[in-house]
């Protein structure tokens, strides 16, 4: 029997503060509220872009995201080219966003791919990167993927 031919769906992330994170998500990435639900046990934000569901929020935690745990390590979008990725640093710089390096940094010395390495209000790592361009920065982890988030 073969598998059939396989994509990531939508990625679903747990938060602390719906309203918080749907405005930072919104901001951040351009997402749209495609449903939501703020009342009730079971509060929780649809965001995607033109009309495909890419993250959904669920409030149902305390505390911050923990890296030293069994789960996600990171989430990554990618974007065209660095351009677009110097944007996204302007928004989260305006923002007052904690990078884990400073700038657009390539994944691995050599790497044409790079960008931008964050973390969401609840602690939650992202990246923003391009496949091509960053090549040109030197690469802050030596032997490494910088996308490791060490």
């Known amino acids: 029997m ?12 747990n938060v602390t503060d719906l309203a918080r994170s749907t405005a930072f998500y919104g901001t951040v990435f351009g997402f749209d509220v495609m449903a939501e639900r703020t009342d009730g046990e079971r509060s929780f934000a649809f965001l995607g872009r033109d009309g495909a569901l890419l993250v959904t929020l669920w409030q149902q935690s305390d505390g911050t995201f923990a890296a030293d745990r069994p789960g996600l390590h990171h989430l990554s979008f990618q974007v065209p080219d660095l351009e677009a990725v ?3 640093e302007t928004v989260l710089r305006g923002l007052g966003v904690e990078f884990a390096y400073d700038g657009i940094v390539p994944h691995g ?14 602690g939650i790592r992202l990246e923003i990167y391009a496949p091509t361009g960053a ?3 030197p690469a802050p982890v030596q032997g490494s993927p910088t996308c490791g988030f060490f």
């Not at 073969?2 to 992330?13: D, I, R, W, Y």
């Not at 960008?115 to 969401?120: A, K, R």
């Open 86 to 88: 110097r944007r996204a």
């Open 135 to 137: 090549d040109l920065a």
């Open 109 to 122: 010395e050599g790497a044409a791919s790079g960008g931008v390495f964050f973390s969401d209000p609840d």
């Open 2 to 13: 073969s598998t059939p031919a396989l994509q990531t769906g939508h990625v679903a992330l």
